[in-house]
Each structure stands twice: as C-alpha cells, then as structure tokens.
C-alpha cells in the first residue's frame, strides 16, 4: 500500500521529478565517458609519434574533479528531491506509518531514482564515448579504426561509484527524515525565516571581502617565479573573499535598494528585493560555490582552447618540416602530396669515425637550423635561425653538430669531413642522401609528413633514431598534449557548467513551496500576474546573474596566472563566454518556468 | 446611503456538466450599503468561503452578478479584475497573510506601490494609518518579530491604506488569542463608526459577529435570514444572536 502511495506521489511529481532525473543521468553519462577515455585500450599502445600515455593521466585528473562537482551537484538534487517528497513523507506518518516503514520507503525511492538514472546514463554513456573519441582521436591525428566504447571495467567502476554515493544519499536522507517532527515535516514551508542584523559586522565583512578579493587577483598578476606562493595565497583570498561578498556586499545592496524609497516604492520591487534580501542570505554558501566552479570551467575551458599555441611552440626549435631518407615509390608518393616551397638534398657516406658530405652541396645551400636560448631572464626562449658554417666545419668547437645529428643516424662521436662530389664517390662504402624539406603549411602537412617518417621507419629501421628529434614528433606530442587538455578542460567545462547550473536550479526550486503563499496573498492583493512573473524574473536573475559575474571577473583575472605559458592566454575567451551564456540561460529559463509552475496557481 | 456591493442572483456550481455536480450557491441576493459593518455566519461547508472567493474576485459565479461600486465584475477580464481587487477591496485573512521577508512597514506599503502612488506619498500614508491602528512603535520590525494580535493590525493597516471601497475580513479573529481577538474587534468596529468604512466579515463566531450591524446567516447555500442590530447593544446583540442560533439548530 505505502509503495502504491509513493508511486502515486512521484507521477503527481513526473515533471519535476523528470528534470532531476536528466539530471542524475548526465552526471552518470559524462562520468562514463571521461572513464572509458582514460582507460581505453585504444590509447595504451604508443604511436611513434604521439605519446598518448599523457591522455590516460589528463583524463584521470578530469575525473578527479569530475567526482567533486558530481558529489556537490547530488547533494543539491537530492535536497530538491526531499523538498519533493518531505511534505508525503509526513503525511503518512501522521496517518500512522510507522517511521521504520517511512525509512524503507525513503532508501528505495532514492536508491530506485538513482540507479535507473546511471543506468541511462551508461547507455547514453556509450554514445557519447563513442563520438568524443571519433573527435579526439581524429584531432589526435592518430590512425586507430577500431576502438572499444563499452568497457567492463568503466561500466563497473561508474556503476559502483554511483551505487556508493547513492547508498549514502539514500541513508543520510533516512537519517534526516525520520528524525525531523512529522509537524516540521507537513509544515516546514511556513517555518518563519530567520534574519540576522548585525550592521556593524555586515560592514565589516563587506569590506574584508572586497579587500580579500582584491588581493587575490592583485597576487595572480605577480612574475610567476613565486607560483607556488601566488597559488595557495589566491585560492585562500578568493575563496574566503567570494564568500564573505555573497554573505554582505550583495545582501547589503540590495538593503540599501530597498531603503532607497524611491526605488522600491514601486510596483512590485519591494517585494522582490524583499524575496532577494533573505535568499542571498540562504545562498550564500551555494552561490559561493558556484561561482567559484564557473570560474574553473571557464577558465578549464578558455586555457584548454589555448593550449593549442603551444604546438606552435613546439615547432618552433627545428628549423626543416621533414627529413627524406627514402627513394621508395610509397615515400615518393607521399612526398608529392606536399606543397614543399624548399627542398636541399645533401650526400654523404660515413665510417665509424668520420662523416664525410660532399663540400659543393653544402656551400651551395648551407643547412639551416634554430639556434634555442632559454637565457632571457623573463624565461622567455628566443629561437634564432642560423646557417652552418661551412668554412669552420673542421672546428668541433665552433659549430653546432646538432644539424648533423638531425640528418645522420646515430651520429654523435663522429668526426665531419667535407670532400668534393669525386672524392665522395671514391670513398669505400654506401653513399647515403638526406633530404631536408620545407613546406607551405606544416600543421596541414603534419599528418602525410607523420606516414613518411613512419614509412620510412619501416624501409630503414635506423632512420627510427631521427624520428623523436623531428619536427613531426615534437609537434605531435605537443598535439597529444594540447588536444587532451583541449577536449578536456571543453568537456569538464561543459559538463561543470551543465551541473552547476542545474545546481542552482535546484537550490531555487527546492525553496519553492514555501514560496507559493506569498504569490497567492499577492494575487489575491491584487497583483497581475504578468507582474508577478516578472518579479519571479528578476529574483531568479539575480540569484543566477552574481554568482556568474563573479565567476567571469575571476576567470578575467585568473588567466593572468598563464600568461607566461600561454602566448595570449584571453586568445578565443569568446568561446567559452558563449557556450556559458547559451547554457546558462537554458538553465534560467528552465528555472524560471518551472519556479512559475511551482510557485503561480490557476485561478 | 449609497450602495456599494450588490450581490445578485449569485450561484456556483462545482463538477462539470455531466459529471456528479454540487451547487455550493443556490442563488445568493444582498446588498451592503456604504458605511455598513455586515458579518456573514454559517458553520463549516455552508459556502460562505466560495461567497467570499467570489466576493473578492477571486473566483467566478456560474451565474448571477456581483457589483462593486456599481461596477459589474464579471464583465472584467484578469488584468482589470486584478487592478480591481487592488483599488476596492482590503483584505484580512485569519492567518495574517503577511509577507515574511518584508518590514512590517514594508508590508503596508506594498498596495500602494503596487498602485503606482508616488512615493513621496506613501510614508505619510502609512504613518496615518499607523497611527490610526496603534502600530507605530512596531513598524520597522519583521512579522516574525511581533505578536500574532500586533501582525493582524498590520494586516488591518495593509488593507485599509489604500482606502478601499470595502473591507473583506475572513475570519480575522480565527489565530488570535480573545485579548487580542477583541482588540481587533474593537478597532474595526471604532474604523467602522468613526472613519465610515465598510466592513463586510465572514465568521462563523457569535462573538465576533455580534459586532457588526447586520448579520446575514448562511446555509446549505442560502441566505436564510438576516439579523439587525439597530438600537441594540454589542452585549444584547451577541445574546440575541445565541438565543437565535440556539433555537435555530
């Protein structure tokens, strides 16, 4: 009977109850994904060129704070869950239900709620997996056809960190349900609110914020020598500061709003200030919170879109795009594919202890190569294209051998000899060539120069000892490296946005049955109703507007913190601002329609 | 005197055609006329709480018509039903109704700037009716700060500050304790004499009834009978009412 009961309350509740269920399965859903990319077998073995082990470890660390946020985000559905059901709860206790009886019905439901809701989630899971690794591994440059989306061990450890977090829901919400009063239950909405005056401490605390702040974000603009004292100092300042201006500055405001006669004697402000004044007090903890996070997706998301500079980086210290070893038709072949705009072919033959090149070639087109030079006291690396010197070749001291070790195979003891092209041929041994080529365009030519270098690879098993030295593969690690961080600072910071958001619009809408008197007295006082909505507007959009804009100010002031590492870190900051914005204000409507539904009674 | 509700031929009908149908209202006539104190008495189920819903514009009757200061309400539609509530009627609810996160000064102000008065003009509006009331002292504090007889004071202020055409009371003295019930009635019955407003109370207590100048009784629907005070005392007023309930049950 008390299980029929309880299903009837939910399908009186199916919409509200559908929300926090979507909810739960995109939790469980990009959980999944962010699991199986890290352990996916598909990136355990090495490419030559791509290190992809660095994947498993980014992606790992994206779970780390996927399960933070996740753990939050619960905590407030199932706080609206409660406020759902607390209400039945005490009803049938007042009918006599005994409270042991309650407990399981309690355990089940929220148990039942969260179990079917990872399971969509892992079903969608596989969808989702599926098309990101198609997005990475194609960013990735890499040649993987197959791959695997459904993972045993990802089901199991999604399911069971679920199962864990839901079992603890499950029995905190029994714990606190039956040991509330069954009168606080059926009448918890009507409770007064409290207020706390404390002028004097307000201002206080208004200033400490403001000042806390202000030292966080002057601390993320020092030299970044001191990183490791700019970063505890400005989590500290920032976190106690955005607290303390949630707790008084906006409260405060929005006071002194309402004591500007002027202002609030009008329409319905007073009562939306009033509304306003007492949640912020409530939401200080939740908006702090939330504004915090925003600032990390954000900022996950703007740093991980500019990560993307560094592959320039990488390129920058070799100065030819590819080195030819081969005459192979399959080389050939895929040499003619690329726009080449120079191309220096250079003989050779070795002995164990001399290198001899033909003279004519090299003096006619000395080799190029970057010369790297990390002494700048701002760390700043200046690279600076030489060409060799060919007249001072037979001084070891005065030349730079590397140009050589990015031609020849294990070149390193010896010792470089130019002769003339007869004196070359002459010499016992195989007369070897290296070609050194420039293209138009590297990062479009980078995935044919990748097959050659493999190519060759496979044609001349020692060519492998050039390859780590090669543009292509400094470029390629640097890809791997930027690409993860790219798709998972997007990811984390979409799947962060989504949850936060939702965070918030279940914290509004948990308070929503103790709202519903107050629009029916206002109705009833004679208040249009497209007033009273516009009120609902505004209330709602302030709760959501503050905590985003001090989440943006952080991320504005935050992305100084890279501004060493990253060439123009607020480079595409457009990007994220607009994903934000789209997401977010789904969830404001979303809230708001369903605060009306709430809150607004047919007549 | 002029007449300033007129109720006629008022019926209300739940359930929809066809269905199991329950009339609430079987066709309710009266009029109150301006400076008239007029309390509505029926027990539970009587259907002076679908009477009232539709005497504030809350509800509509299935038939029949309701004038307010002359003007028909049915004829409105929700946005001019609404600024009609706003301007002629005040309202006080048993459970005070009043906003919990707004100053109890706040809370009076709230029909005037819902109004659009100018704001110069509503301080010195609240403070008269303050002052009328005897709430001074307590309007700077919260609802939850002051007692239950004090809230429904300024529920009182709250309807009456923007000098509606009538006072709708819903069992105003239903939360209070009898000091504080008969401090309420006292002083709607000093608005009532002294400041002409008319009050029109839905109670089912004899007590609180007897304060009025005319008693309509309800029942099953129906305006029964009517009782007039005339030149009676509030004491012989009251025993004549028990007198009537008791032979009337």
């Known amino acids: 009977m008390i299980w029929k009961l309880s299903l009837t309350g939910i399908k009186s509740r199916l919409k509200d109850y559908l929300v926090l269920f979507s909810g739960l399965t995109v939790a469980s859903m990009v959980f999944y994904m962010f699991l199986a990319i890290a352990v996916n077998p598909a990136f355990i073995k090495n490419d030559i060129h791509v290190r992809t082990d660095y994947l498993k470890y980014i992606f790992i660390f994206g779970i780390v704070l996927l399960v933070i946020i996740t753990l939050v985000y619960l905590l407030y559905a199932d706080t609206f869950l409660l406020s759902m059901r607390k209400h039945d709860y005490g009803m049938y206790m007042m009918l006599g239900a005994k409270s042991t009886r309650i407990g399981r019905l309690i355990f089940g439901e929220t148990l039942i709620t969260g179990l079917l809701a990872t399971f969509l989630g892992l079903i969608l899971g596989f969808g989702l997996t599926w098309i990101s690794l198609k997005i990475l591994i194609s960013k990735l440059g890499l040649e993987i056809p197959h791959f695997q989306v459904i993972l045993p061990n990802a089901i199991i450890i999604t399911i069971a960190f679920f199962l864990v977090i839901f079992l603890v829901v499950a029995l905190a919400n029994v714990y606190k349900l039956t040991h509330t009063p069954v009168i606080t239950l059926l009448h918890e909405d009507q409770a007064p609110v409290k207020f706390r005056y404390r002028p004097f401490l307000r201002v206080i605390e208004a200033a400490g914020g403001v000042f806390l702040l202000a030292i966080g974000y002057y601390v993320m603009t020092l030299p970044k020598e001191q990183v490791f004292k700019i970063i505890p100092t400005a989590l500290v300042t920032i976190v106690i500061g955005s607290y303390l201006i949630f707790a008084a500055v906006f409260s405060s405001l929005v006071g002194l709003l309402l004591k500007r006669k002027s202002f609030s004697y009008h329409g319905i402000r007073m009562f939306t200030l009033g509304q306003l004044k007492f949640r912020l007090q409530s939401y200080t903890r939740v908006l702090t919170m939330i504004s915090l996070l925003f600032a990390l997706a954000l900022g996950a998301i703007t740093v991980g879109l500019n990560f993307d500079s560094l592959n320039d980086l990488a390129t920058q210290s070799v100065y030819y795009d590819a080195t030819i070893v081969s005459n192979s038709s399959a080389v050939k072949k895929a040499e003619s594919k690329l726009d080449v705009i120079s191309k220096q072919t250079y003989h050779y033959k070795e002995t164990k202890k001399i290198l001899y090149f033909d003279q004519a070639e090299l003096s006619k087109q000395p080799a190029k190569y970057v010369s790297v030079n990390y002494s700048n006291n701002r760390g700043v690396t200046q690279y600076t294209v030489k060409a060799l010197q060919v007249n001072k070749i037979s001084d070891s001291n005065a030349i730079d051998n590397t140009i050589f070790m990015r031609m020849v195979p294990n070149h390193g003891q010896q010792k470089v000899k130019l002769v003339s092209s007869k004196e070359l041929s002459k010499l016992s041994g195989q007369k070897n060539f290296v070609s050194l080529l420039r293209v138009k365009d590297f990062r479009q030519a980078y995935p044919i120069i990748a097959k050659i270098e493999s190519q060759q690879v496979k044609e001349k098993p020692a060519f492998s000892a050039l390859v780590p030295q090669s543009k292509a593969a400094f470029y390629g690690n640097s890809l791997a490296y930027s690409s993860s961080f790219e798709f998972m600072g997007f990811f984390l910071g979409f799947a962060f946005l989504t949850m936060l958001a939702s965070t918030l619009m279940f914290k509004v809408l948990s308070g929503a049955a103790g709202d519903k008197a107050k629009y029916r007295m206002l109705y009833q006082m004679g208040t249009r109703k497209q007033l009273l909505r516009r009120s609902i507007k505004a209330e709602i959009g302030v709760l959501f507007l503050l905590p985003a804009l001090l989440g943006v100010i952080d991320v504005l002031f935050g992305l100084q913190l890279f501004k060493d590492l990253l060439e123009n870190p607020y480079r595409s900051i457009w990007i994220p601002f607009v994903i934000f914005i789209i997401l977010y204000s789904f969830y404001y409507l979303l809230t708001v329609k369903l605060y009306e539904k709430l809150v607004l009674t047919k007549e | ?249």
């Open chain 2, 1 to 249: 005197m002029t007449e300033i509700l007129r109720v006629e031929q008022v019926t209300k009908t739940y359930g929809k055609r066809g269905e199991k149908q329950y009339q609430a209202l079987k066709g309710i006539n009266f009029t109150v006329n301006s400076g008239e104190y007029v309390a509505i008495m029926g027990a539970s189920g009587s259907g002076k709480t679908t009477l009232l819903n539709i005497l504030s514009t809350l509800d509509k009757p299935t038939s029949g018509h309701v004038f307010i200061n002359h003007e028909d309400n049915s004829t409105l539609n929700a946005n001019q039903l609404a600024d009609f509530r706003s301007k002629q009627i005040g309202f006080i609810f048993q459970d005070f109704n009043l906003l919990e996160n707004l100053t109890n000064r706040e809370n009076i102000a709230l029909p005037l700037s819902l109004q659009g008065i100018s704001t110069k003009r509503i301080d010195p509006l609240i403070d008269r009716i303050a002052g009328r009331l005897g709430i001074e002292q307590i309007l700077a504090k919260y609802p939850a700060e002051v007692s239950g007889g004090q809230k429904q004071r300024v529920a009182a202020a709250r309807a009456l500050v923007h000098e509606p055409a009538i006072l709708l009371a819903d069992e105003p003295t239903g939360a209070l304790d009898s000091k504080s019930a008969r401090e309420l009635l006292d002083t709607m019955e000093d608005l009532n004499q002294n400041d002409g407003i008319t009050t029109l109370m839905v109670t089912h207590d004899p007590f609180a009834a007897s304060f009025a100048s005319r008693i309509l009784f309800i029942k099953d629907g129906k305006i029964g009978k009517q009782m007039l005070k005339n030149e009676l005392s509030r004491q012989e007023f009251y025993h004549l009412l028990i007198d009537h309930l008791d032979t009337d049950e």
